[in-house]
């Protein structure tokens, strides 16, 4: 059963966090630490625009009523909420926000893994969550400063792809598109809204570079008895 919430945290996200930063601030070079307060920011963000939904009913209501008062008793999710919450809502801020919201290279993707992964770490060593939680942190810090350059870097390709090989087609679907199989030159894909297998031609850079189980957001198109990749926005790990 889950813990009644009814307070306000005694040692809030946003003052852990802010105490992740001071620490590193003591052992990072300028250059690199802007690179941290950017992604704690960013995660930050992701926390108070999003970790509200998966709240009981008990911390539903606390929410509430704080994020609605106005004035000097309004409170955003990371100053009501302790660090317990940080490592259910990782994997959202990696797998979804940071692709689908934020606008960067390669470069700070890849940050956003490193830092993940960093605080995790130090979350254990503070002792702000259990040590279950935190390897998850890490882990999935890990596999995403290893995966989010490359999924960042796939979407380009697909899309260029995409633009060089456009057909007219007589049947568009507008989907997420998770790979199902991948061949030399082709990719096989299930979309989300349907049963039917889709496969694609690709380049054979394209092919080499797609794993199974990553998610294409996109149009495919059918033309005569073949499929086409029409547009891609984005590649979710």
């Not at 490359?150 to 568009?172: F, G, H, I, Q």
């Not at 889709?198 to 092919?207: H, K, L």
């Amino acid at each position: 059963m889950s813990k009644r919430t009814t307070k306000l945290a005694e040692r809030t996200i946003e003052a852990v966090l802010g105490e992740f930063l001071e620490e590193q601030r003591k052992r990072l070079k300028p250059s690199t630490m802007r690179k941290y307060e950017d992604i704690i920011d960013l995660f930050q963000s992701c926390l108070d625009n999003y970790a509200y939904q998966g709240l009981n009913k008990q911390e539903d209501a606390l929410f509430d009523r704080l994020y609605n008062t106005e004035g000097n008793e309004h409170r955003e999710f990371c100053q009501i909420f302790g660090p317990e919450k940080i490592p259910g809502n990782v994997s959202e801020f990696l797998n979804y926000f940071m692709i689908r919201k934020v606008m960067c290279g390669k470069e700070l993707m890849q940050a956003a893994g490193t830092v993940i992964k960093k605080l995790g770490k130090w979350l254990k060593e503070k002792g702000y969550v259990q040590s279950e939680s935190a390897a998850e942190v890490v882990s999935c810090g890990a596999t995403a400063a290893k995966e989010l350059p490359a999924t960042e870097e796939l979407a380009w390709m697909l899309d260029d792809y995409a633009d060089c090989t456009a057909v007219d087609c007589d049947e568009v679907i507008e989907d997420y598109f998770t790979i199902e199989t991948v061949e030399a030159g082709k990719l096989h894909l299930s979309a989300f809204s349907g049963d039917d297998e889709i496969i694609v031609p690709v380049s054979r850079n394209i092919s080499d570079t797609c794993r199974v189980g990553w998610s294409i957001s996109g149009t495919v198109g059918k033309k005569g008895k073949g499929w086409r990749i029409l547009e891609v926005w984005n590649v979710y790990p």
